[in-house]
């Protein structure tokens, strides 16, 4: 019998290709997850400044046509605000319904409805 000693050329070759699809398959992994954590903050970032510009409304008196915007911290350069107020008069109460909408870099990412009565 012949006394083997190390792998044969196949078998490395064979053992490099699974490396690398996994390799391959690791990196695709990384760059998803990366990816769902950038929108996930995105969307985490524009939920905390409505619920903030939510907030400012309603510290602010009751008006019918339109309401001032908070001033969006300096690090939320690419976020802007829009306040959208539609009023709802029923027999008891004057009612308004308030939407909040925050975009990032001109494309809408959430929206936040409140209402606020006289």
């Not at 196949?10 to 053992?15: D, F, Q």
């Not at 990196?27 to 950038?38: I, K, N, P, Y």
């Not at 046509?65 to 004057?94: F, K, M, R």
């Amino acid at each position: 019998m012949k006394d083997q000693r190390g792998f044969s050329l196949i078998e490395v070759i064979i053992a490099t290709g699974l490396l690398g699809i996994i390799v391959v398959g690791l990196l695709g992994a990384l760059g998803t997850s990366s990816e769902v954590l950038f929108i996930t903050d995105k969307r985490e970032t524009a939920k905390n400044l409505a619920e903030s510009q939510m907030e400012y409304v309603k510290g602010q008196s009751y008006d019918t046509s339109e309401y001032d915007i908070a001033p969006i911290p300096a690090e939320y350069v690419n976020y802007t605000a829009h306040i959208g107020v539609e009023s709802l008069y029923s027999q008891a109460s004057n009612a308004q319904k308030v939407t909040v909408t925050i975009m990032h870099q001109g494309k809408v990412v959430t929206k936040l409805e409140n209402y606020k009565v006289r």
